[in-house]
């Protein structure tokens, strides 16, 4: 059971004695020792962080519980993000759980299915811009000060505190830090969080190492890699489908304080790692969550993985969140067969 990251890790969090210990029961999630997948690369020791098992199938809920506990602490009355779609499901959530009013930009026609059923089903006020991202958060930023609503986007510094916590975790579960921590990146938060995680738990003497950050683009929105930001940015991980990223420059602390790698992947590697994960490994998880995977891929292929180095690609959020994409990758259509054995005997000699 989990008692939530504000209760476990009390002690490395801003927390006072006024901040509620809220919690969904975030964090805790599993790592998972790759079988099929780690064999088929050469490298033993590959492991999984399956972040899709926090309470809104996302990292984002590590960040959030601590940015909403913060938020009450400070009599907020409204909260509002602008996301690609698994903050806004993290952000109405907790708002929810706290009974705090929720308002959600969303880039029209970019958020996986899932994610928009999660924020109307938490009751958030929706409203869908015509635009990308960049421009949702640009407007989320002045609309927090010109309405005094609490931002709860990753530049909210305790958003980035919360997240650290899965760093801690993956420490705590290995007894030592791995060699290489694989993270797809879109606003940067994530990649931010982690480093600075590892860095507090070598400074509390729990670990004597800390891990290359490797983190991983989509090609299409690639602003770190490429230098500059996308003004049109595209992928088929319309989580990560960000052309200016809010933590761009702790990104780049990451990667070269660790001696790591900022690199990109095409839709294509990401589709294919999305597909063995689920085919090989029994891990469905979202595009966006691949591109750690795709990206621990190219740069083994890269030869920069040394074979055997412990090595751990975090899963950002559950493949439940797009349906529709899994769908598209049907190897065949969905069969109807008549109520029969004999029947389901024939079809089945059909599908090999
Ligand atoms: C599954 O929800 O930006 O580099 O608005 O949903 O910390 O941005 C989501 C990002 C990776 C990238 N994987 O993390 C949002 C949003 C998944 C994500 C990322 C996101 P950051």
Known sequence: MSLGILNTYSEFLPLSEKTPRISLGEGGTPLVQSERLAKSLGIPNLFFKLEGCNPTGSFKDRGMVMAVANAIENNSRQLICASTGNTSAAAAAYGAHCGIPTVVLVPKGNVATGKVAQAIAYGAKILSINGNFDKALELAQILAVDLKMTLVNSINPYRIEGQKTASFEICERLGSAPDYLCIPVGNAGNITAYWRGFKEWKEAEFISSTPKMFGF???????????????EPQTIASAIKIGNPASWTTALEACVESNGLIDSVSDEEILSAYKSLARMEGIFCEPASAASVAGMM???????????ASIVCVLTGTGLKDPDLASQIADRPLQEVEATTEALSIALQSIN
């Open 217 to 231: 683009q989509a090609e299409g929105a690639a602003p770190i890699v490429l230098g500059h930001p996308v003004k």
């Open 298 to 308: 190219k740069a083994k292929r890269n030869n920069l993985i040394n074979p055997d």
